[in-house]
């Protein structure tokens, strides 16, 4: 597949919508069970911040990979 094709499949607003929503239950979820103690505390530091990063970044990656393959193995069907 083309990475403008991939590009297009990920930008897709519908698919866009989809994934983002999907990062952020996904995400909010990880941190809290992750580092909720450490969010409550206050105690902020650039590690925290990178990991919670990651947790919203993690899923929203997967869905998206997802999609993709769900693309090049059906390319006729509408997703």
């Given at each position: 597949?083309h990475p403008?094709?991939?590009v297009?499949?990920?930008l897709?607003?519908?698919?866009?919508?989809?994934?983002?929503?999907?990062?952020?239950?996904?995400?909010?979820?990880?941190?809290?069970?992750n580092?909720?103690?450490?969010?409550?505390?206050?105690?902020?530091?650039?590690?925290?911040?990178?990991?919670?990063?990651?947790?919203?970044?993690?899923?929203?990656?997967?869905?998206?990979?997802?999609?993709?393959?769900?693309?090049?193995?059906?390319?006729?069907?509408?997703?």
């Open positions: 597949m403008s094709a991939i297009r499949i990920v897709d607003k519908v698919h866009l919508r989809r994934t983002a929503l999907v990062a952020a239950l996904v995400g909010t979820w990880l941190s809290a069970i580092h909720g103690d450490t969010i409550l505390e206050g105690q902020w530091q650039a590690w925290l911040i990178l990991k919670i990063c990651l947790n919203y970044l993690t899923p929203f990656v997967v869905a998206n990979l997802g999609l993709i393959s769900r693309q090049v193995s059906s390319p006729s069907q509408d997703i």
